[in-house]
């Protein structure tokens, strides 16, 4: 079972999320025009670059320490790769980068990979999801200001959050539960999932904005900004880069099967390299049992997780914070995802 193709539904929620967020600028947060991804990074595609390092973009979640390991590891290098890990939170960048064919590989969750097999359905490919890395289990969040104390108060609120990233699917969800529509709310979309390692000259991630923005009544984040803007997972008390009364609304802790994490490939590349690709999983396998066995990521593996996802080796609370709200999956766990519909929940 494709996943891609089992969520085709959530095409049409980003559609009418597009035509219902303005944008508004505020002072110094740069915010995005609501643009399909087909507009951002539609193009002919090209053949993957043959020879060098395989291409592997990662994001800024904790499913990625599985990759870090398994370079770290050796998982890669015993099992015959040449692996090269680039950052992927610029989703539609790294569609393009697909595209033309610097990577045969997109990392995202099945919500991003659905919006992109539309760019690649344009472009005469398919895109095959080949690896299940797990679940966000706490490791994202919404955080209200202190005068939303649930999530039936959203209405008429004004949300951030990255556009095209991996929370639209999760707000959805907490509406609907909550008796709302993404019309009964205003979307503010930024182009970073977090504060990114480069200065991107203006704020370009939902965490920054709300510090800066007051009309910014709620965000989606990752855990570690999360915890940061309500001091520690309490009520944020205004101070070190927390929002006076901001408090955590709901968590995919509560929702753990609302945002899977996965690797998909482009239909030529594993038509042309299936035996490659067959290594590249066993080796994010490998990687996850060494990590299962070690009872979760020691403190190298944390340093070398901050230089990757976050361009600082010190980045170690974030990085295991972001740890924390995953939930891994292991060989038995694929199987479920790809064989039945209960992965997909």
């Known amino acids: 079972m494709n996943p891609v193709r089992t969520l085709r539904y959530l095409s049409v929620v980003f559609a009418v999320a597009l035509l219902l967020a303005p944008a508004l600028p505020a002072d110094e947060v740069r915010y995005l025009k609501p643009r399909p991804l087909t507009a951002l990074a539609g193009d002919a595609a090209q053949p993957v670059a043959a020879g060098g390092a395989l291409q592997v973009p990662v994001l800024a979640r904790g499913a990625d320490l599985v990759v870090v390991q398994a370079l770290e590891g050796g998982a890669f290098e015993r099992l015959g790769l040449e692996v090269e890990l680039t950052r992927g939170d610029d989703f539609p960048a790294q569609v393009k980068a697909a595209l033309a064919g610097s ?8 919500t991003m990979i659905q919006n992109a097999a539309e760019v690649f359905a344009a472009a005469g490919l398919e895109l095959v999801v080949i690896h299940h890395l797990g679940w966000s289990a706490g490791g994202d969040a919404l955080v209200a200001r202190g005068d939303v104390a649930e999530a039936a108060q959203l ?43 480069r200065d991107a000259g203006a704020i370009v991630d939902p965490a920054s904005a709300m510090l800066a923005d007051p009309q910014l009544d709620a965000v989606l984040v990752t855990l570690p900004d999360a915890l ?76 070398r997780a901050g230089e990757v996802l976050f361009g600082s080796s010190h980045a170690r609370a974030e990085v295991r914070a972001l740890w924390s709200g995953f939930e891994p ?12 519909a209960s992965g997909l929940a």
């Open 103 to 110: 990577s045969p590989l997109l990392r995202g969750t099945v």
């Open 228 to 303: 940061a803007l309500t001091s520690g997972g309490t009520a944020g008390s205004g101070a070190a880069g927390s929002v006076r009364g901001a408090r955590i609304l709901a968590s995919t802790a509560a929702a753990p099967r609302s945002i899977a994490e996965v690797y998909a490939v482009r239909s030529d590349y594993l038509a042309a390299a299936g035996e490659q690709l067959e290594r590249f999983v066993e080796a994010l396998a490998a990687a996850g049992e060494q990590l299962a066995a070690a009872g979760g990521p020691d403190r190298r593996l944390l340093e």
């Open 155 to 197: 209405a008429g609120k004004t949300i951030g959050l990255q556009r095209h990233g991996p929370h639209l699917a999760f707000l959805h969800r907490l509406l609907d539960d909550a008796g709302l529509s993404l019309s009964d709310v205003e979307l503010r979309w930024l182009a970073e999932p977090t504060l990114p390692p």
């Open 329 to 340: 999956a292991d060989r038995a766990a694929n199987r479920t995802f790809f064989t039945t």
